[in-house]
């Protein structure tokens, strides 16, 4: 999600209607297609770099009639003007981000380290114009005797602010200084993403013996000899560090040997030297944006990006992170000794390893309830998953999805669908694009095209949403079956996409909630992934047309929450590293990023079975920008959807539509328009608490399942 965000940043100030230009350039065309989806098949790699040139030419020339007007400021001529502004830009920018994530090419990797400082530099000159922060000031000051509505009045503060953060305030010299930061920054960031893809691309585990493929699934096999096959390897089979691939590998090799390669593979990207290596550049990354923060008069850099999230300030999610990473450790504890005995089984008289930690806790979870997740695959079909997603968006919102044909496509391997409300009215398009392929980066995301806007005569132009995923890649002639956990990232995706289609606010500087708000409607939707009302609905046997046997729901529900110890500790683990590195007032010389990595966790008894989710050096999230000091935003939205799903719990029916109808309007609708932590009061009645986090990870609230 990194780069849309950066866009998004970039061009903070837009929404008026594109107007065409009579350059050929299908980027800066108004787009003439079904619903304004972009003319993907007319899109060629060498049009982004000069779109990119003349979309911010356009946007200084819209600027500059702003900072230039010698009429007095005010609300309209300013901070509206301001706020309707570089719409081309974000045109362009929306389109090249997502497909240089979904689907990029080596042009395009080019592109993306040509215009990554170059966006930066263009933002520094817009935010740092005396003339346009004097006008900003201005209206600021006067706001309170203009007459503003709510919404107005929060868009005037809001663009102060992001003025004043942006440098506006600091004399020449600074200013200076911050804009080579930031120049500096973007371009980190970029190297270190691209490094990320290719270290993830470039390993390979061929096997060439069918003994060596002894406990694996026979649809990952399958996907295996596919992969070979069309590398060129008949006969063999070929695994990635895709997470379709490697995941599944570690938790059901029975190679240990096998199982060891893959997982030094997978925690070793980027720091063992080479062209790709990250930790370098991670090391310089982090002492550019210390700098960057002290700059604006901040300790660290974690303070800097805090200030405007629910957080606020670095202790507040120290001290979350810290109520939760004891019990997870018990908890882990007792995983361990699980997996030891597991491991005694076979004759493992030493200490299990991090390769060991995924295979034997999926044997301890079959011995202590009887349950394989395997078992559920055959009635987690991809088309019947979807079918309950959209039953549940039905239930809850009344909205309808319905595929749509002859629309431009961002991939062919990509759908589209219609998304529109209980009404009838349109309230956006959503494309799906499930598989891997080398041109894409890992994890799930979801993104847009287009953002939901209003022209100046108040007419809606609906968002263009995107839900990218790397599922496991069926065999030829097979259906797609997913796992436990991709069923619930699709639910969660589907989450943001919500978001995305029911946000409506006026002004586009209003329409980002904080990072750490912006899980929640994603998180709470996977409740209802599992459900029983749920599963009645879409999961059947993909061959037989039976609905999954309610032994084997109770089975899962029996077992879910075993192995929680370990994944809470493997994420506390990544959020604690990413604050680690954001919250250092100093860098010392020849800071070795690796070393500070182990210190870091070492020092709070992480177990060496427990990787951390994400290392330094392939910790997109944070190194390569979005979620920077802000990791810990799963967890902080996860003590907020615990307890908001309790509401509808309380109700006894998990589709009230009363319930549904204040999520959608407190949470879903509001955007940036309110503070964050009141609209979930209006939705709730009271604040969040904890308990109800703890008892859905670990069973109770001291965090032990007994």
Known sequence: MNKTFLAAAVATMMACACKPTADSNPLLQTFDTPYGIPPFSQIEDSHY?????????????????????????????????????????????SVFYAQNAASTTPAMQEVDAKVSPMLATHSDEIMMDQRLWERVKTVYEQRKGNHLDAQQQKLVEETYKQFVRSGASLDKEDQERLKELNNEIASLETAFSQH??????????????????????????????????EAGMEGKWMFTLHNPSVMPFLQYSACRDLRRAMFEAYTQRGCHGGADDNRQVVARLVEARLQKARLMGYPDYASLALERRMAKEPQAVYDLLD??????????????????????????AEEPEGWDWRYYADRAKQAKYSFDENQLRPYLQLDNVRKGLFYCANHLYGIQLTPIQDVPLPHPDAQAFECTDADGRLLGVLFMDFFPRASKRGGAWCTSYRDLRYTDEGERIVPIISIVCNFTKPAAGEPALLNVDETRTMF??????????????????????????????????????FAPEVLKVYATHYKTGELLPQELVEQMERSQRYGQGFATVEYLAASYLDMDFHTLTQIPDSFDVMQFEQTTLQDRGLPRQIPSRYRTTYFNHTMGGGYTAGYYSYLWAEVLESDGFEAFRETGDIFSPTVAQRFRQYVLTPGGTRDAMDMYVSFRGHKPGID????????????IDK
């Not at 993830?200 to 061929?206: D, E, G, I, K």
């Not at 096997?207 to 992969?227: Q, T």
């Not at 109800?692 to 965090?703: A, E, H």
Request: with cysteine.
């Open 692 to 703: 109800p986090l703890l008892r859905g990870r670990f069973g109770n609230g001291d965090g």
């Open 49 to 93: 770099l000069p779109a990119f040139q003349k979309a911010m030419e356009a946007h200084k020339a819209e600027i500059e009639a702003i900072a230039s007007c010698a009429d007095a400021p005010t609300f309209d001529n300013t901070i509206l003007a301001l706020d309707r502004s570089g719409q081309l830009l974000t045109q362009v920018a």
């Open 323 to 348: 109520q939760v990473w004891k019990p997870a450790l018990d908890v882990a504890a007792q995983e361990l000794d699980d997996i030891r005995q597991e491991a005694r089984k076979d004759g493992l």
């Open 492 to 529: 969660h995706e589907f989450g943001h996409a919500l978001h995305g289609f029911f946000t409506d606010v006026r002004y586009k500087g209003l329409s980002d909630v904080p990072r750490d708000f912006v899980e929640l409607p994603s998180q709470i939707n996977e409740h209802w992934a």
């Open 196 to 229: 990320m893809l290719a270290e993830t691309n470039a390993y390979r585990l061929v096997v060439s013996h069918k003994d060596s493929l002894a406990g694996l699934p026979a649809d990952l096999v399958a996907s295996a000899a596919e992969a070979a096959s």
